[in-house]
């Protein structure tokens, strides 16, 4: 089992570099992108901190179903842009693909995963990055979207579940979020060996 942050422009890649130094943290997932024109500011900090210990990068990219899910591909592709700017920036070129499927109104009063607009935009991002990259991402939820996707019918490959508690998330689940209080950053399980999640790297 492996151990690693997942990060943002809210933490500062100084602190983030120092807590996963110590921790001997291998993995870490930053946010590259948002919507569709964003690229998260702190993504290329975060890496350059730490890529003289880091071995497995996990980029990803907050959907914003409520505004693009008509037209997802716009998503898909800053998602992909972003990734190249990273790789040109920090001469990092590989990284495992993960897609963050939340509630999207930043005011959690409905599930994405009762919208059908919404789960059909993220079957139709799956695909398109699966197409256009040869692999497909994790899919980033929490418990209950994770259960409706599945409830509906939606395929997830791959799925990173937040669930904290102590207890872990539904089977099929490859990642685990179990604290949302590692140093005030959310911290997670990868259920399995290293070597298991570089197999998902994409080339940029």
């Not at 998330?169 to 399995?192: E, F, M, V």
Request: aromatic letters at 12%.
């Amino acid at each position: 089992m492996i151990n690693f942050y997942d990060v943002s422009v809210y933490q500062k890649p100084e602190t983030v570099a120092n807590l996963a130094r110590t921790n001997g943290d291998k993995v870490l997932a930053v946010k590259a992108s948002e919507g569709a024109t964003l690229h998260d500011r702190n993504a290329i900090p975060h890496i350059n901190a730490t890529k003289d210990f880091i071995e497995c990068y996990i980029l990803y990219h907050f959907m914003r179903c409520d505004r693009n899910a008509s037209n997802i591909a716009v998503e898909v592709n800053n998602f992909i842009s972003a990734c190249n700017e990273i790789k040109t920036a920090t001469g990092v070129n590989s990284f495992v693909l993960a897609l963050d499927f939340e509630r999207s109104d930043n005011v959690h009063k409905y599930s994405d995963y009762a919208n059908k607009a919404h789960r059909d935009a993220l079957t139709r991002a799956i695909a398109m990055i699966e197409n256009k990259c040869g692999v497909a991402p994790y899919v980033y939820a929490c418990e209950s979207e994770y259960k409706g996707l599945l409830r509906y019918g939606v395929l997830i490959p791959w799925a990173w579940v937040a669930r904290y508690g102590g207890t872990k998330p539904p089977a099929r689940c490859g990642i685990w979020q179990y604290t949302n209080t590692g140093g005030k950053i959310d911290r997670n399980h990868y259920l399995s060996e290293l070597e298991n999640l570089k197999r998902k790297e994409v080339k940029f």
